[in-house]
């Protein structure tokens, strides 16, 4: 049976129960010699060494009979029922009795000078029972605070454990996000690629006086889109609008800058960012399915900040055209990417009516107070 609270695990455990044995020494010897003076004190008398020495180690006994056996075995704090721990401690009780009895007995018998005699009964089982209690209520205390103290470790590291979990738990789903958009970034980039290596391709062919700038614009859209992000997967918003603005001219390059669109952008903070193409998404689509040839109804691309939500629109009219499949796996990538990386944190609105397609994307930025939702 050990004393103290916790088992050893290691060798630090074992200097722990050792620093604990020495401590009890410590205190049994401070309370000897404490209760040995206030009797030398007030009664200018001592008794033998051996009987002094075995009746303390008779109460130290009861001591550590009482924690270690008597309330380990019997105590249940679920239950009413302490009919068990009531009988054990009676039983110590009366244990203590004979085992008094019989020492002073035989210390008498050696012709040893003892404290108290056993002749008058009634003196002998009150002053020893007395004492009996005393040491059984003392080693209650003792039981029960190292029995908090056990338990409030125990919770302890519980919570640090499932703070750990938590952690741990928290550190995967962020490597699963940062997983998927990878995963999503390289389905986005293919389509945008192909289109436009297929224009570099004909304007070569033909041998465009744009081709040079249109192979120019391609390579810095296509070292964004491959350049590696921060820890999150994200990059600099001010990075992403240069590249819309690249692809808006390389599309007037297809055109011969017949395109009627109109990009607005106002004033954002340099710290905020997003996932990489994450709105040139969006652009690619105007281009994909919109009507850009009147003048008096333009795309509208539009980025601006306004009490620390990011708000992105784009407006186009609906080219009418045959078998046009429409917005599909492209938007729902976005979708996807928004909900991963800014949860409770975004509003994506698409407007569609018969000829025109909108798109309303607020993003809130991390510094303000409130969540953004809808």
């Not at 401070?30 to 008779?58: K, P």
């Not at 009676?90 to 018998?109: A, D, G, M, P, R």
Request: aromatic residues 12%.
């Amino acid at each position: 049976m050990e004393i103290g609270v916790g088992k050893p695990q290691n060798g630090r455990g074992i200097n722990n129960r050792a620093y604990i044995i020495y401590a009890h020494i410590i205190g049994w010897s401070i309370f000897i010699t404490y209760e040995l003076t206030a009797l030398y004190v007030v009664g200018h008398y001592l008794t033998s060494f051996v009987d002094t020495a075995s009746h303390y180690m008779l109460n130290i006994g009861i001591f550590y009979f009482n924690c270690l056996v008597v309330f380990p075995k019997t105590y249940k704090s679920k239950t009413p029922n302490q009919i068990p721990l009531i009988g054990g401690i009676v039983f110590e009780i009366v244990l203590y009795l004979c085992l008094v009895y019989l020492l002073n007995t035989t210390l008498q018998s050696y012709h040893f000078v003892i404290s108290r005699t056993t002749d008058n009964l009634i003196s002998f089982l009150v002053a020893n029972g007395y004492r009996a209690i005393f040491f059984i209520l003392l080693s209650v205390g003792y039981w029960l605070g190292t029995y908090l103290l056990k338990s409030r470790i125990e919770i302890d590291n519980l919570t640090q454990q499932q703070l750990m979990d938590k952690n741990e738990q928290l550190e995967l789903q962020r490597k699963v996000i940062v997983s998927e958009n990878a995963f999503l970034k390289a389905q986005i980039n293919p389509h945008f690629l192909f289109n436009s290596l297929n224009f570099v391709y004909n304007t070569v062919y033909k041998l465009s006086a744009n081709a040079a700038e249109a192979v120019m614009l391609l390579s810095d859209i296509t070292r964004y889109s491959l350049r590696k992000s921060d820890v999150n997967g994200q990059m600099p918003i001010h990075e992403e609008i240069e590249q819309i603005s690249n692809l808006i001219e390389l599309n007037q390059l297809r055109f011969n800058g017949e395109l009627q669109i109109k990009f607005e952008v106002g004033i954002i903070p340099s710290s905020f960012t997003i996932p990489p193409l994450l709105l040139i998404s969006f652009v690619e689509n105007i281009f994909k399915y919109g009507k850009l040839n009147d003048s008096e109804t333009p795309a509208l691309i539009s980025i601006k900040e306004v009490e620390g939500v990011i708000q992105f629109r784009t407006k186009n009219i609906i080219q009418k055209r045959k078998g046009t499949v429409g917005y599909g796996v492209g938007l729902e990538n976005t979708r996807l990417r928004l909900s991963n990386i800014f949860p409770d944190k975004h509003r994506l609105d698409i407007i569609e009516t018969e000829n025109t397609y909108t798109i309303e994307l607020d993003i809130q930025m991390s510094h303000a107070e409130e969540l953004y939702t809808r």
